[in-house]
């Protein structure tokens, strides 16, 4: 299972963040036995699995309040004696069977992201099967990935890239990429790509980053369409497709 996979597993439970931040170490340590993960990395990955958004300081004390896990200048590793804790939290999800999602007449249709790149099938599957069992949130923040992964291959196809990214190549946050995509005519887009660029962006961020906003099946209902044509506009102008 990849970390993503454990991370939309992990959504299922109803965990503190300091136990979804031990369950991610228990993840890291079934792969490499006593690694230590440091407090910020485990709340990055947290966020961006659209789980919450830990403040590092306090989930860092969160941590080590539980005493399940041996605190260095490395970070965090779980206690030996204490695996078979963390694991008991998550038997619902390491039992469970591999969901069944309608990839056909999925949110996005298999065959507008089929054959194009490993890591794009991978999120478009998992915005299907989110979508398909309820986790609206979850949709909503892996979309919003989705489509900064592909405007970012539009922009390295056309080697514009440093239209979007800093003096040290490190690319602007969404909002930037879109402003420069839309505002300043950095792709050629559709109008109506143009349009379901931005409600999509403030759907992602708010499932993200707002904690009394929860999505529901209508907020994605409503731009479904638009997402599709996006998503394929996209993957046309980056060529992607084998």
């Known amino acids: 299972m990849e970390l993503e996979d454990f991370c939309i597993r992990l959504n299922q439970l109803e965990l503190s963040n300091a136990q979804r931040a031990l369950a991610i170490l228990w993840f890291h340590d079934c792969e490499t036995t006593g690694v230590y993960v440091k407090a910020s990395t485990l709340a990055r990955t ?71 790149r490993g890591y794009v099938e991978k999120i478009a599957f998992q915005v299907n099967g989110c979508f398909q069992y309820g ?5 909503s923040v892996l979309l919003r990935r989705l489509v900064e992964t592909l405007l970012i291959e539009c922009y390295e196809h056309d080697k514009t890239q440093a239209r979007i990214s800093d003096s040290d190549g490190n690319y602007f946050m969404l909002s930037g990429i879109i402003g420069d995509a839309v505002d300043k005519s950095g792709l050629s887009l559709g ?45 046309q102008l980056a060529e992607l497709r084998r």
């Not at 789980?51 to 779980?78: C, H, M």
């Open 135 to 139: 986790f609206y949130d979850g949709a």
């Open 191 to 235: 109008r109506e790509t143009k349009a379901v660029l931005r409600e999509l962006k403030a759907i992602g961020d708010r499932a993200a980053h707002n904690r009394r906003y929860n999505a529901v099946r209508a907020d994605l209902e409503k731009i479904r369409l638009g997402v599709r044509l996006v998503v394929d506009e996209l993957i």
């Open 46 to 116: 947290i966020y961006t699995a659209g789980l919450g958004n830990p403040n590092p300081t306090q989930l860092e004390e969160a941590i080590a309040k539980t005493n399940l896990a041996l605190k260095s200048k490395a970070g965090f590793k779980l206690k030996p004696t204490e695996r078979d804790t963390i694991k008991g939290w998550l038997m619902p999800i390491l039992e469970g069977i591999t969901a069944d999602v309608d990839l056909e007449h999925g949110y996005l249709p298999e065959a507008i992201w089929k054959n194009t």
